[in-house]
Antibody
Framework: QVQLQESGPGLVKPSETLSLTCTVS?????????WGWIRQPPGKGLEWIGS???????YYNPSLKSRVTISVDTSKNQFSLRLSSVAAADTAMYYC?????????????WGQGTLVTVSS | DIQMTQSPSSLSASVGDRVTITCRAS??????LNWYQQKPGKAPKFLIY???SLQSGVPSRFSGSGSGTDFTLTISSLQPEDFATYYC?????????FGQGTKLEIK
């Protein structure tokens, strides 16, 4: 059974860099699939941030592309998110998920999420 | 970006009711449409892919339909555990985008 778990600081200061890690268990990232990050501001909807393949190939949401870096560490079976120059609008629950499907891409399963608050 | 619009934004219904949630895309997305269920304080749970294909383990009272720009999620007979917020998501092109959600509440 594939499980994902986000980790990282819950509080980040404005203008600093948000860094989160997703640890995957029950499946080797090296075996395939893309792995993604999605966020949800409090009380709001879902926003796809970007995804990464085990080879390191990435694609990002253009609205965040200039500030986002997603990386993978297959030796630790983890992938990570860095979001630079954060502001209050980046306060959100951040989820990692496996991206499945060939064409009809969907996210399943999801981690439980981690709340990141941007505040001084 | 492809905009996804769900209606209604909220819906009150009773156990046993049949309910339908609509999702409209700002351009044709063929059947590249997925549905998720989210309960308070929990991560979204994947329900349906390719507009109408049920994920393994999802109860058969859930069904999806549509193609092009208009899609529906139907729950044939609401159960207490179905009260949640539902999101559609298009995977026709990146950036993947989600609808704003439909909150299904108990009447």
């Amino acid at each position: 059974q594939v499980q994902l778990q986000e980790s990282g600081p819950g509080l980040v200061k404005p203008s600093e860099t948000l860094s989160l890690t997703c640890t995957v268990s029950g499946y080797s990232i090296s075996s395939g699939y893309y792995w993604g990050w999605i966020r949800q501001p409090p009380g709001k909807g879902l926003e796809w941030i970007g995804s990464i393949f085990h080879s390191g190939s990435t694609y990002y949401n253009p609205s965040l592309k200039s500030r986002v870096t997603i990386s993978v560490d297959t030796s630790k079976n983890q992938f990570s998110l860095r979001l630079s120059s954060v502001a209050a609008a980046d306060t959100a629950m951040y989820y990692c998920a496996r991206e499945m499907g060939s064409g009809y891409n969907w996210f399943d399963p999801w981690g439980q999420g981690t709340l990141v608050t941007v505040s001084s | 970006d492809i905009q996804m619009t769900q209606s209604p934004s909220s819906l009150s219904a009773s156990v046993g009711d049949r309910v339908t949630i609509t999702c409209r895309a700002s351009q044709s997305i063929n059947i590249y449409l997925n549905w998720y269920q989210q309960k308070p304080g929990k991560a979204p749970k994947f329900l349906i892919y390719a507009a109408s294909s049920l994920q393994s383990g999802v109860p058969s009272r859930f069904s999806g339909s549509g193609s092009g720009t208009d899609f529906t999620l139907t729950i044939s007979s609401l159960q207490p555990e179905d009260f949640a917020t539902y999101y559609c998501q298009q995977s026709y092109s990146t950036p993947y985008t989600f609808g704003q959600g439909t909150k299904l509440e108990i009447k």
